[in-house]
């Protein structure tokens, strides 16, 4: 379609006799198109000076602007002589094409900026393979052949900023950094290679850059490179790494965002781009960059004098306060902030930047909308006043014959147009101010010390910490100090709070980063003081692992559960976006903890009591075996071939199984495969299935219980397998299937009743763990002889008695009327009463329908069983010591009393002795007879 057929606005010539003048060279050309060229001509002396030139192309490139480009891209790819003259008449079309195309409204802002962008694409591209291969032929790259050319002969541009971004203005400069692989060379031949890439990387930018009779390409600045003042203009790539990671800067970090290879060894730069991944996205919310960004804005407006009022002549719309660079920060640092955390907020361009933080939840709708129209309409102005002179400048014009100019070029009214900027720089401003950090002489008034005298020989040494040992990170906790003090005065405890308090500390390896958290979300130290007041032992925790505060700001911290499958896809996404096996294993220990700390909190505060938060600990494990069963096979793969046969299953024991844990609870595993008829595999390094399998289970357990940089994942006990810890780490399905229907003891098809697949893996796992659990089902109801039973659970009794000391006071597992001989007749239950595997009141009801329990024994066990578990999930949630309320200080006790619903402490054990004495009555009464056996 042509131009005049889609022109939505046209220019008003402000120089009439210009654009009559372009005119003539277009004597054919009528209608709007010819009012687009009188009024582009007629406002910029420069869009004139291309009409003249280029007139002849332009005729033909005005009926079809998309087929012109293209059309002209081709024709530069194609180019193998006369490269330079050609790649600024190629230039000069692509301005002009471009230059109407939007003021004619044509092109939106980002098809221009696009287009603009895969030209200099091309251009860099071209002028890159044409010093390329002077080099080649010079053999000065050792070692390669013509045919290297085609994947950049081991050099890579990457573009930065707005070319990396697909966002080049109009009268844009292109930012790059240029590398080349030395890895390609070995010691001697690197010596000749690598000054040959820096005379083609001088070469191909003087072909860009220099301003000859036709024109110039793109003015080339190859100064982000690292440390432009004494490195060459072409780095190698792992001395490039080795700078970023040992001193790189924030601004550095936020200028990779953009960076994307755009000529030459594509491959090799997205390999770069990979490795540098974590320097650019940290792996917490990086709030501490804020204060960088201030930095930064604040060194430019100081070396520019952009401080003050907003005043329109002169105003640079790029550095100014709320212009352009303004709303890039804002989105860049959001994305900085939490990119290393959320892998869909890495994205290059500004304006999907801002979508996607909205679409997150980082930043309201309505506010993302403002900035991206304020965005567009910056960037129109910014490219009207580039077009007059092709001049790379972001200054709004001096003089009032300047804006009639820029309000002729927009078809405005130019009062109306400098109120609409202002206003608009106006409210980008107040908009995105906020975001970053103040300067002190900003902030408000600190909150003064709290009246509660806090121990000054805890308070004074907390400069000494290792979180407090630079000058950054005591500015900002000083900053912070009085508000947390005073939190801490609220506790009811507040010396007990402050003691708590101080093992956090003394626990953190650095500062900046949670202090600047701290201070971006103050409801953060509210939380904090919630569990040093409340859970000292998850305060010592957080010392060591505060990255888990970072989930607090995900958006969705106190939703509701999501559910075991929604929990699967999220943690096989994030493993997803991981390069190798072991970062995937260190992903995974960040999620879990994450969604431990959720679990943790919500019951800590009440918003889900004990029986909710054991089955959300018991789904969370049950997600993390589902996801990393199949990435460790899949790693062992790969040495060894592929699972044999139709896979393996884990079976879930234990409370595990029953989908009930505690937030220290190990795992029970029973890992069964079934290799058919097959004897080894077909890897590379083959095993026989046994010892295919044995392994293979091994290193599930490593990948669960390892301790790496994240901690450890899971503690696996596998002694629950048959013949426990003198059998075979990983149990084949006829081996299994025969141990239990011949061999099993009882207490052993008691556990069974409890057991569940919780993960498979292999071509036919799935089909294996029906298999599976459709012999357990058939092995309950096929039963044991009840005497027989209750005679097997009146000798563990005995025996566990015997093994042990005296029960605590307060112990909830172990002795007369506790859980673990709860479970026990439960289990019984279930197996005499041959009912399918469920929870332990189903066992109960078993018991109930046999006839060796009654309603109201059942009812005493429940209600013994019930206040146990509360007991025991708050006592390991606050501590890895027996729970002794006089020990878990006022916070603990208040959990305690919450959770139960008891009125005190003396109430509540009174309670509770009363419940577990009643239930050790019932389970006397139904082991009578057999105890006397045992």
Known sequence: MTIASRMTRSPRPFDPDRGREALEHLPDLTGPAADLVRGAAGCSPYLCGLIGKEAGWLAGALDDPEAAFDAEMARIGALEEDLAPELRRGKRRVALLAGLADLGGVWPLEEVTGRLTDFADLAVARAMRAALAHELRRGKLPGMGEDALETGAGMVAFAMGKMGAGELNYSSDIDLIVLFDETRFDADAFLEARPAYIRATRKWAATLSDLTGEGYVFRTDLRLRPDPSVTPVCLGMEAAERYYESLGRTWERAAWIKARPCAGDIAGGERFRAELRPFVWRRHLDYAA????????????????????????????????????????????????????????????????????????????????????????????????????????????????????????????????????????????????????????????????????????????????????????????????????????????????????????????????????????????????????????????????????????????????????????????????????????????????????????????????????????????????????????????????????????????????????????????????????????????????????????????????????????????????????????????????????????????????????????????????????????????????????LSAVAEMRARIARAGRAPDAWEVKTGPGRNQEIELIAQAGALIGRVPSGPLVTGLDGAVADGWLSEEDRAALLEAYDLCWQLGQVAKLLSDQPLDPDRIGQGGRDMLLRETGAKDIAALEARYQEATARAAAVIDRALAGYEEDA
């Open 290 to 789: 804020i204060q960088d960004a201030h930095d930064m804005r604040r060194k430019i407006r100081d070396h520019k004098g952009l401080h003050g009022r907003i005043e329109l002549p002169g105003f640079d719309l790029k550095q100014g306060e709320g212009g352009i660079r303004a709303i890039e920060f804002f989105a860049q640092f959001h994305q900085i902030v939490a990119g290393g955390r959320d892998p869909d907020l890495r994205v290059r361009g500004t304006v999907p930047a801002l979508e996607v933080l909205s679409a997150k939840g980082w930043i309201p709708g309505e506010l993302a909308a403002t900035l991206t129209d304020a965005y567009r309409a910056h960037r129109e102005v910014e490219h009207r006043v580039q077009m007059v002179n092709d001049a790379q400048t972001h200054a709004l014009p001096q003089s009032e014959e300047g804006f009639d100019r820029l309000a002729c070029f927009m078809d405005r009214d130019a009062a109306e147009l400098r109120a609409e900027i202002r206003a608009r720089l106006e409210e980008v401003r107040d908009l995105t101010d906020g975001f970053f950090a103040r300067d002190d002489r900003d902030r408000p008034e600190p909150v003064p010390e709290p009246e509660v005298a806090f121990d000054a020989s805890v308070t004074s040494r907390w400069h000494s910490y290792p979180a407090l040992r630079s000058e950054r990170a005591r500015v900002i906790f000083d900053r912070l100090r009085p508000e947390m003090l005073s939190r801490l005065s609220r506790a009811a405890k507040p010396e007990e709070a402050l003691v708590a308090f101080d093992r956090f500390l003394a626990g953190l390896p650095a500062g900046v980063q949670l202090f600047s958290l701290f201070e971006a979300n103050p409801q953060l130290i509210d939380l904090l003081g919630d569990i040093v007041g409340t859970a000292p032992e998850l305060a010592s925790y957080l010392g060591r692992n505060a990255g888990v505060f970072d989930a607090v700001i995900g958006g969705d911290f106190f939703a509701k559960w999501p559910g075991g499958e929604a929990l699967c896809k999220d943690l096989a996404g994030v493993l997803q976006t991981e390069a190798d096996y072991e970062t995937r294993l260190d992903a995974a220990r960040r999620w879990q903890k994450d969604w431990h700390f959720r679990i943790g909190v919500h019951h800590l505060r009440g918003l889900i009591d004990a029986r909710t938060a054991g089955a959300e600990y018991a789904e969370l494990a049950e997600a993390v075996l589902r996801v990393i069963f199949p990435v460790v096979a899949t790693e062992f793969a790969r040495k060894h071939g592929d699972l044999p046969g139709r896979g393996a299953v884990v079976l879930g024991m234990g409370s595990l199984g029953a989908g009930r844990l505690n937030a220290r609870s190990d795992l029970d595993l029973i890992v069964i495969y079934d290799a058919g008829e097959a004897e080894q595999s077909d890897g590379r390094r083959p095993l026989n299935v046994r010892t295919y399998y044995a392994r293979l289970t091994q290193a599930l357990v490593t990948a669960l219980s390892a301790q790496m940089s994240e901690g450890r994942l899971y503690e696996a006990d596998m002694r629950l397998r048959p013949s426990g810890n003198q059998g075979p780490v990983a149990t084949s399905w006829p081996a299994f299937r025969n141990y239990q229907s011949e061999q099993a003891w009882v207490w052993e098809h008691l556990a069974m009743t409890r057991a569940r697949i919780v993960a498979e893996v292999g071509a036919e796992g799935a089909a294996l763990g029906h298999d599976v659990t459709s012999f357990r089902d058939a092995l309950q109801e096929r039963g044991r002889d009840k005497d027989e039973i």
